[in-house]
């Protein structure tokens, strides 16, 4: 049974930063992307950015590309998300995710991915 546990989350101010964990565990993540995904109250679920669990490619959105880095620890079978220079734009709750076959590129689509954290809220006041 893969499960994924997002820990990090918070209440920060504009221009602040936080750092999102979400430790895995059931299965071995190599070769398998993750990636994290946001959902903001009244829109739809949006691909945040991604990384191939053990080749290191990586994917963003535009609006956080330069301002968030994704990677992850092997030896704690844990992803993160570093987020710098946040705005009050970026205030969701967070998922991370992972897929059930192995690929050798990130996907942005949600419908690729089967397993999901319970998600954790990031509020970024002005």
């Known amino acids: 049974q893969v499960q994924l546990e997002e820990s990090g989350g918070g209440l920060v101010q504009a221009g602040g930063s936080l750092r999102l964990s979400c430790e895995a565990s059931g299965r071995t993540f190599s070769g398998y992307p993750v990636a994290w995904f946001r959902q903001a109250p009244g829109k739809e679920r949006e691909f945040v950015a991604g990384i191939t669990w053990s080749g290191g490619r990586t994917d963003y959105v535009d609006s956080v590309e330069g301002r968030f880095t994704i990677f992850t620890d092997n030896t704690k079978n844990t992803l993160y998300l570093q987020m710098n220079s946040l705005k009050p734009e970026d205030t969701a709750v967070y998922y991370c995710?992972?897929?059930?076959?192995?690929?050798?590129?990130?996907?942005?689509?949600?419908?690729?991915?089967?397993?999901w954290g319970q998600g954790t809220q990031v509020t970024v006041s002005s």
């Open positions: 995710a992972t897929t059930g076959r192995p690929y050798k590129l990130v996907s942005r689509g949600s419908h690729d991915y089967t397993y």
